[in-house]
């Protein structure tokens, strides 16, 4: 049973385009992250929800938005999709006082 | 800025050897330092953490040794195998409004040759 599932696993799109990634998490965390790894693997922070609640916004252009309809569940939504979209990007969540991040395994978004 | 500093960016070690990567932060308010691995296709995983309040941690032959006054924490696998090849990542924390808050360093590239 996946703890942090991500969809879509690969993700092909053109220039301009709007996509969607779901990410669930089942380990009842209260707090949920968006992170992009670029082609050089470094992760970077975009979001972070805790109990449905916006708390981190990195520099992130306002293209991205995130969702939270619940605990459990933390989307992305990229309008106007850009070539330097294309990236692997990864949900992962905790639960505080607790410290560790469980991430999924990634979502490949290839923007051409 | 680049909140956590790692190094090198990559590093070949033969079966058996040491395998040493290093890191660096700057805010103090850090007080929770993991080590993350990750496989090719996988999302980074936890390998092993420490705490500021102690200079050393082991896990089965992974060692993180910490330098409290200097700022720097060093990930140590001894007796390295084939199946230790992936890319690990430091990282630092600091409890947050709302949840905790975690930066990454850039990566090592780990190989290890049989």
């Known amino acids: 049973d996946t703890a942090v599932s991500q969809t879509p696993k690969y993700l092909v799109t053109q220039m301009g385009n709007d996509k969607s990634i779901k990410c669930e998490q089942n380990?009842?965390?209260?707090?949920m992250y968006w992170y992009k790894q670029d082609s050089k693997k470094f992760l970077k922070i975009m979001f972070s929800y805790n109990n449905k609640e916006l708390i981190i916004n990195e520099t992130v252009p306002n293209r991205f938005s995130p969702k939270s309809p619940d605990k459990a569940h933390l989307n992305l939504h990229i309008n106007s999709l850009e070539l330097g979209d294309s990236a692997v990007y990864f949900c992962?969540?905790?639960?505080?006082?607790?410290?560790?991040?469980?991430f999924g395994e990634g979502s490949r978004l290839t923007v051409l | 800025q680049q909140q956590v500093k790692q190094s090198p960016q990559s590093l070949i070690v033969q079966k058996g050897g040491i395998s040493i990567i290093n890191c660096a932060y700057e805010n103090t308010a850090f007080d929770y330092f993991p080590w993350y691995q990750q496989f090719p296709g996988k999302g980074p995983a936890l390998l092993i953490a420490i705490r500021p309040d102690v200079s050393e941690k082991k896990e089965g032959r992974f060692t993180i040794s910490f330098n409290k006054s200097a700022k720097q924490f060093s990930l140590h696998i001894m007796d390295s195998q084939p199946g230790d090849s992936a890319t690990y990542f430091c990282a630092a924390s600091r409890a947050g409004r709302g949840g905790n808050q975690f930066y990454f360093g850039t990566g090592t590239s780990l190989t290890v040759i049989p």
């Open positions: 992962a969540s905790s639960r505080p006082p607790a410290r560790e991040l469980f």
């Open positions: 380990l009842g965390h209260d707090t």
